[in-house]
């Protein structure tokens, strides 16, 4: 933006609520993307919750009021994360063609929902970011070209500074899908003491405030970098099933079910997450399995721990408990890292550039 005396306006669209469940408290794109963006230099966001707004109006009138906001404020982007098909493929497909917002998606989980869902949608958008660095490539055998490769990252916003004082050895924080249950019997069963938190766990959810005090007070904070796997009956209700934010569900259509299953039966690559940057963000220690390209993010050894197996993971958590200085010294080096190249505010001024808005960080 030439014109500093002009904001950069920016309607974000996305869930108020974790997966559209007000039980559940706020999503993380809300107080991560929509927290920072709000708090940008340059920036006037507003926010148009759909799953609120689809909870009150139904699915028709949300998607109706949403293209009266857009014609009424005129944004110079259209800021979407998508969940499912709450915001209908011809609103998004209007906004794109017949007004001068950009639209643009943030696909994080082109891992495993790329072949199932992003493909189908990315071709709506101007531009569609995607955190998986094998999907540009995919894109673009889709006829999308305006590709921006992105990563989750960490909103320093969130955290209250505390004196730091370690009251636990080992933790984990995440959901209890997959195999992280076997994971930490096994863990257990060869002496390491893991405390979890998550929906799944025996401790329960934690709140944003109370996860990052975990993460600072924890002297090794592990995290699993597999893709989202349902377990039990819900990975084959995923096959015929598809539920909205309001609670809602829908039957797949045939050839969605056949994209299902072959994602359920394909292997997943590790994929980075949140946590790889909240941990060390929040001034954690961060000992992570390792997923492709996390070493363009951080220095494996030197600002975070890696490890490649379970049995290194072991071995690993039995060095650092023991190895004050060093482990010191790699957290520091992590929140340092994260603090200065890996903030939401950093990622979204990049992607705004990318767009032809060239904004001043809010520390310049």
Known sequence: MNNKDKSLRILYVGLKWDYGRPDLGLSYEYVNFYDTLRRMTGVEATVFPFDEEMRKSGRDGMNRKLLRVVQQEKPDVCFFVLMTDEIEPDTVGWITRETGTITLNWFGDDHYRFLTYSRHWAPLFGWVITTDGKAVSRYHAVGCRNVIRSQWGFNPHLMSPAVRSEAFDVTFVGRAYGNRHKYVRQLRSAGVDVQCWGRGWDNGRLSQADMYNVFARSRINLNFTESFVAGGWRRFARIVLSRRADDSYHINPPASMAEHIRTLVNSRDPQIKGRNFEVPGAGGFLLTWYADHLDEYFVPGREIGVFASLDECVDKVRYYLVHHD???????????????????????????????????????
């Open 326 to 364: 060093e482990r010191e010294s790699i957290r520091l080096s992590g929140y340092s890292r994260t603090r200065r190249d890996h903030t939401y505010e950093k990622r979204f001024l990049d992607i705004f550039r990318a767009l032809g808005f060239n904004l001043a960080s809010s520390g310049e």
